[in-house]
C-alpha cells in the first residue's frame, strides 16, 4: 500500500512492498480533495507532493513522523525528505 487517507490523516507509504526498492507515483487521490505524488529510494519517502483541490486540515504521516499543515484551495505542498 503507497497511500492511507481517512479524511484528515494521510499515511505515505504504510506499506511499501519490499520488492519495490525505489520508485514513483503521481496522481493518488486521498480523502479530502488531495492528490498525491510520492517518490520513493531504498524504500524510505524521498519526494511528496500534496495538492488540495479544496481548503483542507491534514496531518501527514511518514513513519513516527508527523506534520500539521493547513492548506488552501489550490494550494501544493512539496516535501523532501532526507
Known amino acids: 500500500m503507497l497511500l492511507q487517507s481517512d479524511g484528515r490523516d494521510v499515511e505515505l507509504l504504510p506499506a511499501l512492498p519490499a520488492d519495490w526498492p525505489d520508485g514513483s507515483v503521481c496522481g493518488l487521490?486521498?480523502?479530502?480533495?488531495?492528490t498525491v505524488d510520492i517518490?520513493?529510494?531504498g524504500g524510505q519517502l524521498a519526494v511528496a507532493s500534496i495538492r488540495a483541490?479544496?481548503?483542507?486540515?491534514?496531518?501527514?504521516?511518514?513513519?513516527?513522523?508527523?506534520l500539521e499543515v493547513r492548506l488552501?484551495?489550490?494550494?501544493?505542498?512539496a516535501l523532501g525528505v532526507g
Open 39 to 41: 517518490r520513493w529510494r
Open 53 to 66: 483541490s479544496r481548503a483542507a486540515d491534514v496531518r501527514l504521516r511518514y513513519g513516527a513522523d508527523v
Open 72 to 77: 488552501a484551495e489550490g494550494e501544493t505542498l
Open 29 to 34: 487521490r486521498a480523502r479530502g480533495g488531495l
